[in-house]
C-alpha cells in the first residue's frame, strides 16, 4: 500500500504498530520482550500514552494486566478486546502486539465515530493487555487473562518465579507496573491474532473465523539419574539423565510421526541439565512435553504411548523419570453465534473468510469461559511463528483491524452471541 492511498485510520495502525515493534527490537525484524523485562516496561508505559491521549481511562490491575476504556454509557459493561505485548525470547513482533494494536485502533475508531455525531452505543468499548501471555519466562502462559477469569489465583501468579528466583511480584513492582484498577463488567470478548499456521495463506483467504481449540496435554518431565565421572564411571555403571531424556525427546517425535494423520503434534520445548558441567555424567534433566491435537481420542492414545515409551528409556538409561500434569484441555468450541456474527460483518466487509480451528492457545481461550468471544485470524506468511521471521503482509493487518471494528461496532449495539 502507498502513503497516498494511505486513509487516517490506516496511518494510525501502521505507525502504532511500528512504534511497539521498536521495544525490544532485535536485528532480525523481531522483538524479544518478555514478561516483566525492561523492554515490557517501557512498551507498555507506550500503550498507556497512545491510549490516554485518544481518550481512554486507562488503569492497571494487580497481575498487570493494562486496560483502556471508553464509557459511553455509565454503569454499562465492556465490550473487552485485546491480546498480549510480551513475547518468547528472540520472537517475531505480530504475535500477540498485532492483535493488543488493532484492538486499540479499532476501539479508537468507534470512539471517534461516536465523537463526530453517531449515537451513543448501549455498551462500552476497553482495551486490553494481557499480562504474560506467552510465559516463557514465568510460567504458566496465560497467566494475566487466567487471574482475570478466577482460573489461577492472584497470589499464586504473583509467587510465580523465573530461573533467577525473581517473582512475578517483584518484576511488576520493580516496573511499577502492579496496580489496583478494578476488572472492567464484561459483556463480550473479541480478539484478532495472527494465525500461526499456513491454512489461510495457502489457501488465499484474508480472515480465520476459529470455531473451537485443538485439544491438548502438557507435562512437565524430570528425569534422576545419577552424577559421576564423564571419562571414569564405567559405561555399564552409569545412569545417565541426558540418554535418558535423549530416549524420550526421540519417542515423542516419533509419536507425531505414528499419528500423522489424527493429526498429532508434539514437542519438547524446554531443557534443564544439571550439573550441566563438562565432565560430569548429568545426574538430572527436567523437560516440558507438549501434545497437541484436533482429535482427543489421539491424544488418548498418545499419552499411553508416552507411557510405554517413559518405562523402555528408564530401563535403557538406568534412570527414574517422573511425569507430572501442567495443562490438559479438550476441544473446546468458540461460541457458534459469534462465529455466525463475524462471519456476516467480514461477508459485508467483502473479506474472504473461513472458519478455522486454533492450535495454539490464546488469552480467547480462557475468556470464552466467562463471556461470550469472538476469535478472529488473519494470515501469517509460512505460518511462521514464534521466530523472529514473523511476517503477516499490511494489507491482511488492516482487514483484520477493519473486520474487528465491524464486530465491536455490533457487540457494542447490542448483538447478542452467547
Given at each position: 500500500?502507498?502513503?497516498?492511498?494511505?486513509?487516517?485510520?490506516?496511518?494510525?495502525?501502521?505507525?502504532?504498530?511500528?512504534?511497539?515493534?521498536?521495544?525490544?527490537?532485535?536485528?532480525?525484524?523481531?522483538?524479544?520482550?518478555?514478561?516483566?523485562?525492561?523492554?515490557?516496561?517501557?512498551?507498555?508505559r507506550w500503550l498507556r500514552g497512545w491510549l490516554a491521549e485518544r481518550g481512554f481511562r486507562v488503569g492497571t490491575d494487580a497481575i498487570g494486566n493494562v486496560f483502556?476504556?471508553?464509557?459511553?454509557?455509565?454503569?454499562?459493561?465492556?465490550?473487552?478486546?485485546?491480546?498480549?505485548?510480551?513475547?518468547?525470547?528472540?520472537?517475531?513482533?505480530?504475535?500477540?502486539?498485532?492483535?493488543?494494536?488493532?484492538?486499540?485502533?479499532?476501539?479508537?475508531?468507534?470512539?471517534?465515530?461516536?465523537?463526530?455525531?453517531?449515537?451513543?452505543?448501549?455498551?462500552?468499548?476497553?482495551?486490553?493487555?494481557?499480562?504474560?501471555?506467552?510465559?516463557?519466562?514465568?510460567?504458566?502462559?496465560?497467566?494475566?487473562?487466567?487471574?482475570?477469569?478466577?482460573?489461577?489465583?492472584?497470589?499464586?501468579?504473583?509467587?510465580?518465579?523465573?530461573?533467577?528466583?525473581?517473582?512475578?511480584?517483584?518484576?511488576?513492582?520493580?516496573?511499577?507496573?502492579?496496580?489496583?484498577?478494578?476488572?472492567?463488567?464484561?459483556?463480550?470478548?473479541?480478539?484478532?491474532?495472527?494465525?500461526?499456521?499456513?491454512?489461510?495463506?495457502?489457501?488465499?483467504?484474508?480472515?480465520?473465523?476459529?470455531?473451537?481449540?485443538?485439544?491438548?496435554?502438557?507435562?512437565?518431565?524430570?528425569?534422576?539419574?545419577?552424577?559421576?565421572?564423564?571419562?571414569?564411571?564405567?559405561?555399564?555403571?552409569?545412569?545417565?539423565?541426558?540418554?535418558?531424556?535423549?530416549?524420550?525427546?526421540?519417542?515423542?517425535?516419533?509419536?507425531?510421526?505414528?499419528?500423522?494423520?489424527?493429526?498429532?503434534?508434539?514437542?519438547?520445548?524446554?531443557?534443564?541439565?544439571?550439573?550441566?558441567?563438562?565432565?560430569?555424567?548429568?545426574?538430572?534433566?527436567r523437560m516440558n512435553i507438549d501434545l497437541r491435537s484436533p482429535d482427543p481420542a489421539v491424544l488418548d492414545a498418545a499419552e499411553r504411548e508416552l507411557d510405554a515409551?517413559?518405562?523402555?528409556?528408564?530401563?535403557?538409561?538406568?534412570?527414574?523419570?517422573?511425569?507430572?500434569?501442567?495443562?490438559?484441555?479438550?476441544?473446546?468450541?468458540?461460541?457458534?453465534?459469534?462465529?455466525?456474527?463475524?462471519?456476516?460483518?467480514?461477508?459485508?466487509?467483502?473479506?474472504?473468510?473461513?472458519?478455522?480451528?486454533?492450535?495454539?492457545?490464546?488469552?480467547?481461550?480462557?475468556?470464552?469461559?466467562?463471556?461470550?468471544?469472538?476469535?478472529?485470524?488473519?494470515?501469517?506468511?509460512?505460518?511462521?511463528?514464534?521466530?523472529?521471521?514473523?511476517?503477516?503482509?499490511?494489507?491482511?493487518?488492516?482487514?483484520?483491524?477493519?473486520?474487528?471494528?465491524?464486530?465491536?461496532?455490533?457487540?457494542?449495539?447490542?448483538?447478542?452471541?452467547?
Open positions: 500500500m502507498t502513503g497516498e492511498r494511505m486513509t487516517t485510520d490506516e496511518r494510525e495502525y501502521l505507525d502504532a504498530f511500528e512504534a511497539v515493534s521498536r521495544f525490544g527490537a532485535t536485528p532480525r525484524r523481531g522483538v524479544d520482550r518478555e514478561a516483566g523485562t525492561p523492554a515490557d516496561g517501557e512498551m507498555r483502556g476504556l471508553i464509557e459511553w454509557t455509565p454503569g454499562a459493561p465492556f465490550v473487552l478486546t485485546g491480546s498480549h505485548l510480551d513475547s518468547q525470547p528472540l520472537g517475531g513482533r505480530y504475535d500477540g502486539a498485532y492483535g493488543v494494536i488493532a484492538s486499540a485502533c479499532a476501539a479508537a475508531r468507534l470512539a471517534r465515530r461516536v465523537a463526530a455525531g453517531q449515537a451513543p452505543p448501549p455498551y462500552n468499548v476497553a482495551v486490553v493487555d494481557w499480562f504474560n501471555e506467552e510465559g516463557s519466562r514465568f510460567p504458566p502462559s496465560m497467566m494475566g487473562s487466567s487471574v482475570f477469569t478466577g482460573k489461577l489465583p492472584l497470589e499464586a501468579a504473583l509467587a510465580v518465579t523465573d530461573a533467577r528466583g525473581i517473582s512475578v511480584a517483584d518484576a511488576l513492582d520493580a516496573l511499577g507496573e502492579r496496580g489496583d484498577a478494578p476488572a472492567p463488567a464484561v459483556r463480550a470478548y473479541a480478539e484478532v491474532h495472527v494465525e500461526q499456521g499456513r491454512v489461510l495463506e495457502d489457501e488465499g483467504t484474508t480472515i480465520g473465523l476459529v470455531t473451537s481449540t485443538w485439544a491438548a496435554r502438557k507435562f512437565d518431565v524430570t528425569v534422576d539419574g545419577e552424577q559421576s565421572h564423564t571419562g571414569s564411571t564405567v559405561m555399564a555403571d552409569r545412569c545417565d539423565a541426558l540418554v535418558g531424556a535423549a530416549h524420550l525427546v526421540l519417542a515423542v517425535r516419533e509419536l507425531a510421526q505414528r499419528h500423522a494423520d489424527g493429526p498429532l503434534h508434539t514437542s519438547v520445548a524446554r531443557f534443564d541439565v544439571e550439573p550441566n558441567s563438562p565432565v560430569v555424567v548429568p545426574r538430572r534433566v515409551a517413559v518405562v523402555a528409556a528408564q530401563a535403557a538409561a538406568q534412570v527414574e523419570i517422573h511425569r507430572v500434569p501442567t495443562h490438559a484441555w479438550d476441544r473446546q468450541p468458540y461460541q457458534a453465534a459469534g462465529v455466525g456474527l463475524a462471519r456476516e460483518a467480514a461477508a459485508a466487509a467483502g473479506l474472504s473468510h473461513r472458519e478455522i480451528m486454533t492450535i495454539a492457545g490464546h488469552d480467547s481461550t480462557n475468556m470464552k469461559d466467562v463471556a461470550p468471544t469472538v476469535m478472529l485470524f488473519v494470515p501469517s506468511v509460512d505460518g511462521v511463528a514464534h521466530n523472529e521471521g514473523e511476517l503477516t503482509p499490511d494489507g491482511d493487518c488492516l482487514a483484520g483491524v477493519e473486520l474487528l471494528t465491524e464486530v465491536l461496532a455490533r457487540l457494542c449495539a447490542g448483538a447478542e452471541i452467547g
